[in-house]
């Protein structure tokens, strides 16, 4: 926590502390990690993702663009803490089990949904996938409306694919932080060919 209180960055939310606490009269109930952030005065993702006004301005440029920088990501994800995969504790674990909070918030960057339940989470997940092996037309019908015209195709699907790949149930399955910063970048780059090639909207 030291190390991430230390890191400043324009596009990061700088952590100012934290606070542990733990409950002695439960020894059981696990302790809980209170952690205190800069004021960020136009919002978070999740501010612009569930304010219809905010989400208008959004495009898929500009949300490929923010999923591309390295952050902790538990604290926007709405399913902060969930994860029914069965995994023992360690770094590589913990990791994982962020990975799976990426995961949920690509899903609402995708669909424009909010996600409030792993059973949501999991139906979205389904129809992405079925989406991939059937017609483009398909996928279009799932992502948010308000970021159509505005995304190369293959630059959704890389995004699609790596999404559903984080929220896999077997943990070990899950992607690498460095595979999934990778797999958004050539995203990022096939959006930024598309759009210089003056494509105005999408050919599905």
Same mark, same amino acid.
């Given at each position: 926590?030291?190390? =991430?209180?230390?890191?400043?960055? *324009?596009?990061?939310?700088? /952590?100012?502390?934290?606070?542990?606490?733990?409950?002695?009269?439960?020894?059981?109930?696990?302790?809980?990690?209170?952690?205190?952030? !800069?004021? /960020? +005065?136009?919002?978070?993702?999740?501010?612009?993702?569930?304010?219809? *006004? #905010?989400?208008?301005?959004?495009?898929?440029?500009? $949300?490929?663009?923010?999923?591309?920088?390295?952050? #902790?990501?538990?604290? !926007?994800?709405?399913?902060?803490?969930?994860?029914?995969?069965?995994?023992?504790?360690?770094?590589?674990?913990?990791?994982?089990?962020?990975?799976?909070?990426?995961?949920? =918030?690509?899903? !609402?960057?995708?669909?424009?949904?909010?996600?409030?339940? !792993?059973?949501?989470?999991?139906?979205?997940?389904?129809?992405?996938?079925?989406?991939? +092996?059937? +017609?483009?037309?398909?996928?279009?019908?799932?992502?948010?409306?308000?970021? $159509?015209?505005?995304?190369?195709?293959?630059?959704?699907?890389?995004?699609?694919? =790596?999404?559903?790949?984080?929220?896999?149930?077997?943990?070990? #399955?899950?992607?690498?932080?460095?595979? /999934?910063?990778?797999?958004?970048?050539?995203?990022?780059?096939?959006?930024?060919?598309?759009?210089?090639?003056?494509?105005?909207?999408?050919?599905?």
């Amino acid at each position: 926590m030291e190390v =991430i209180s230390k890191l400043r960055h *324009r596009h990061l939310v700088s /952590v100012l502390g934290h606070c542990l606490v733990t409950y002695h009269d439960h020894p059981n109930t696990a302790a809980t990690l209170f952690i205190v952030l !800069e004021y /960020v +005065a136009k919002g978070s993702l999740r501010d612009h993702l569930t304010d219809w *006004r #905010k989400r208008e301005v959004l495009k898929w440029p500009q $949300r490929i663009y923010n999923m591309t920088l390295p952050y #902790k990501v538990g604290s !926007e994800s709405p399913l902060n803490g969930q994860d029914s995969s069965k995994t023992n504790p360690s770094f590589e674990n913990a990791e994982k089990a962020d990975i799976y909070q990426l995961g949920v =918030i690509l899903l !609402e960057v995708i669909t424009g949904k909010p996600v409030t339940s !792993e059973e949501e989470t999991d139906d979205l997940k389904f129809e992405l996938e079925r989406s991939l +092996a059937e +017609a483009p037309s398909t996928l279009r019908g799932l992502i948010d409306p308000s970021i $159509r015209g505005t995304f190369a195709f293959d630059s959704l699907k890389t995004a699609v694919q =790596i999404t559903i790949n984080c929220l896999s149930k077997d943990s070990s #399955k899950r992607p690498s932080i460095e595979d /999934v910063l990778w797999h958004m970048q050539y995203s990022l780059q096939v959006q930024e060919g598309w759009t210089s090639s003056g494509n105005l909207s999408t050919k599905l």
